[in-house]
């Protein structure tokens, strides 16, 4: 009988450190995540400028951008690209955008395929992408950031398989999670065989 309680023990302690462990990988997956969006937004808000100076070369020179805010507040993105565009008729260049974002993305040692969507944010739709593959399943998506005042228009980086990065940054921390689980289903185990033998070994006494 005691044999069968110190097996459900068993059990049980194996599940519940399976569990924690399955808990700890979770958390740690989605704070690399909320991190890898974070710089998503970074690198599209970054290369969103960058395209708008190049872009700015289809000025007449010494044409002026007005800037309504306080000198000492920098417009927003939406804000030049509403007014670039306003001045040159000339969209945001989802190609341009793709070789900036290519140039960053190895820069910050993110190795991952992505796409950038142009997004008609009244009706909800994309409009154009950089590139015509679809995002996998783990795909991370960045906000929208948008390129007109009324938030009628916005841009979105996608990246499609960001799995080499993911792996890179949970791998040494799953690794070490798999060596600390093994050891203490070992010592669970090793400790409930004592246990038993120790009961075995009073029921022997007790017999003779």
């Known amino acids: 009988m005691k044999n069968i309680k110190y097996k459900y023990i068993t059990i049980f302690g194996l599940i519940s450190v399976l569990l924690l462990q399955l808990l700890w990988i ?5 704070f690399t995540v909320s991190d890898l969006k974070k710089k998503c937004n970074e690198t599209l808000e970054n290369a969103m400028f960058l395209e708008t100076d190049n872009r700015s070369k289809l000025l007449p020179p010494n044409t002026p951008i007005e ?7 920098t417009p927003s993105i939406d804000y030049f690209e509403d007014r670039m565009y306003e001045k040159t008729r000339a969209d945001v ?3 341009k955008m ?6 960053i993305l ?14 008609d944010c009244k009706r909800n739709k994309i409009t154009e992408k950089s590139k015509k593959e679809e995002p996998g399943i ?6 929208i950031i ?5 938030k009628s228009q916005g841009l979105q980086l996608v990246l499609s398989n960001p799995y080499n990065t993911l792996f890179k940054r949970l791998g040494f921390m799953m690794l070490a999670s798999l060596i600390m ?28």
Do not use: E, G, W
């Open 181 to 208: 689980m093994i050891f203490i289903i070992v010592c669970i185990i090793t400790q409930i065989r004592i246990i038993i033998k120790q009961d075995n070994i009073a029921k022997i006494r007790k017999d003779f």
């Open 138 to 143: 783990l795909s991370i998506k960045s906000k």
């Open 106 to 119: 190895n820069t910050i040692n993110i190795h991952s395929d992505y796409i950038i969507y142009k997004i």
């Open 93 to 95: 260049s989802l190609p």
């Open 146 to 150: 948008y390129t007109r005042i009324n």
């Open 98 to 103: 793709d070789s900036i974002m290519k140039r």
């Open 26 to 30: 979770y958390n740690s997956y989605q």
């Open 67 to 73: 800037l309504p805010f306080s000198k000492f507040v």
